[in-house]
Nanobody, 125 residues
């Protein structure tokens, strides 16, 4: 069983920054693309950002381009999501997921085989 663990969520005000981390206790994400998704109340889970296994390919949802940056440290098995200039509509539970195939990040939740438990991000205006 692959366990992904998110951390770093919290409550911030509009315009502030936050860093989320996704960690795996073993080499379970090594060689895999890992994506961040988010789910707001009453809405479907949506793609936020993704990074290929070697960090060379990154992709972002249009709504976060220029504000969010994804990175990974393969020695520590950690994928970070740096979020800046946060807005109220960024409020959601954020999940990281291991993409089971394809080198490039895919926006579909159906390509994720393992998820973390999620971390809440609340942006107050």
């Amino acid at each position: 069983q692959v366990r992904l663990v998110e951390s770093g969520g919290g409550w911030v005000q509009t315009g502030e920054s936050l860093k989320l981390s996704c960690a795996a206790p073993s080499r379970t994400i090594s060689g895999f693309t890992v994506n961040w998704f988010r789910q707001a109340p009453g809405k479907e889970r949506e793609f936020v950002a993704g990074i290929s296994w070697n960090g060379q390919s990154k992709d972002y949802a249009d709504s976060v381009k220029g504000r969010f940056t994804i990175s990974r440290d393969n020695l520590k098995n950690i994928i970070d999501l740096h979020m800046s200039n946060l807005r109220a509509d960024d409020t959601a539970v954020y999940f990281c997921g291991r993409q089971m195939r394809f080198a490039q990040p895919v926006h579909s939740t159906e390509e994720v085989d393992f998820w973390g438990q999620g971390t809440q991000v609340t942006v107050s205006s």
